[in-house]
């Protein structure tokens, strides 16, 4: 169970790929850590900061906004709509994640 | 020799000619390149959003989503053409035009309505000419198709069918599984295919499946819009680069038939000459 595959795919590069400590992702509802072993779960991503926590120490970070993850057995797959290594100036339209719209949904179900 | 200068410009006019297409072949390779980089780089992110999506597709939410709506009977759909803006290379062009035809021809057949919308001016112009309706044309998507354009190509059409104006959208490109081999292929866009692998029980849904869904089902929309308009790209480049350096094979043998025969005739003249030379030495003794 030491083992976390990643991959970090935006629309044209991916942007990392290789076995990983841990993960730290900007969730659509906050940060959320995934270690090896984590339960199957795929989750809405928000905007912000992305962390690789390197199997041999050190880290890499990324900015990602927009997209999904996918949890599954040792396999990371995380999707982002944007993703470089600085902040853009301005997003792209289609990594617009619209918080309101999703928040509205959540709630009105419950 | 009459015959001599002539083949001599006609030399000329065939070496520039072979000018031109080795200087497109060169080009189109160079952006064949790119083109081909730029499917490449999109084909992971593809795969996993279509992974993703199918293991979150449920035939119940169907019914949720007006973009997996599925009508009973389909009235009118939507048709895409994607062509390219230029010419000269090879069949590229004519052979998407045919498919669309041949796509519009089987919907006609089964009682179904079309819109059409066509990319690129090379498909404008012929279905104008035919005096075939057309509901949009683009010419500005490039050779350097972005995501955005992607999105504002299919906006009119997803629109549409959300709207319940047409019941299905296809869209018409080509399939780029290699330089030389781009055949053309017609799509169903819209409804979304699930191919649902489903066994999402004991995943954790953060939102619930239907949010999620909610925002990736466009992109995957968008996505499959902006592959299509990628491989598209790197296809006419690799029609152009084939039909440019059969162009210029061509252009090497016409040149070679050509110097054979001036240099025929100009031997001929000169033995000509000889001959005359010779003849009037020989009258004199």
């Not at chain 2, 081909?36 to 035939?59: E, H, K, N, Q």
């Not at chain 2, 043998?253 to 030495?281: F, H, M, P, S």
Request: no cysteine.
């Amino acid at each position: 169970m030491s083992e976390l595959q990643v991959r970090v795919v935006s629309p044209d590069s991916v942007l990392y790929e290789g076995p990983v400590a841990s993960v730290v992702a900007p969730a659509w509802d906050g940060r959320v850590g995934i270690l090896p072993g984590h339960a199957p779960m795929i989750a809405l991503l928000g905007s912000g900061e992305l962390t690789i926590d390197l199997p041999g120490g050190g880290s890499e970070k990324f900015f990602v906004a927009g997209g999904v993850l996918k949890v599954e057995g040792p396999d990371l797959m995380i999707l982002v709509e944007y993703g470089g290594a600085e902040v853009p100036e301005e997003l792209p339209a289609s990594a617009d994640i619209d918080m309101a719209s999703i928040m509205d949904a959540v709630e009105s179900a419950d | 020799m009459a015959g001599s200068s002539d083949v001599k410009r006609r030399i000329k006019s065939v070496e520039n000619t072979r000018q031109i297409t080795r200087t497109m072949e060169l080009v189109a390779t160079s952006k064949l390149k790119r083109a081909t980089d730029r499917v490449r780089a999109v084909a992971p992110y593809s795969s996993a959003l279509a992974s993703i999506v199918g293991s979150l597709y449920a035939p119940e939410l169907s019914e949720k989503f007006p973009l997996l709506r599925r009508p009973e009977k389909v009235e009118r759909a939507g048709v895409l053409l994607l062509t390219a803006n230029r010419g000269l290379a090879g069949g590229f062009n004519s052979n998407l035009i045919k498919e669309a035809r041949n796509l519009l021809e089987r919907l006609a057949g089964e009682g179904i309505e079309t819109d059409l919308h066509i990319v690129g001016k090379k498909g404008i112009a012929y279905f104008r000419f035919r005096g075939h309706a057309i509901a949009s044309t683009r010419i500005d998507i490039g050779d350097k198709p972005s995501m955005e354009e992607a999105e504002s190509v299919i906006a009119g059409l997803r629109g549409e069918f959300s709207a319940g104006q047409i019941d299905a959208v296809y869209i018409v490109s080509s399939e780029f599984k290699s330089a030389m081999s781009t055949p053309p292929r017609s799509m169903e866009l819209l409804p979304i295919q699930g191919g649902g692998s489903g066994g999402l029980d004991n995943f954790i849904l953060s939102p619930r499946a239907e949010i999620i869904l909610r925002k990736l089902l466009p992109a995957y929309l968008r996505n499959s819009t902006y592959r299509a308009l990628v491989e598209n790209v790197a296809a006419e480049q690799g029609a152009r680069r084939s039909a440019m350096k059969s162009a210029t094979d061509n252009a090497g043998d016409v040149l070679e038939y050509l110097t054979r025969t001036y240099n025929r005739a100009r031997q001929g003249k000169i033995t000509q000459e000889i001959a005359e030379i010779v003849g009037g030495a020989a009258a004199l003794e």
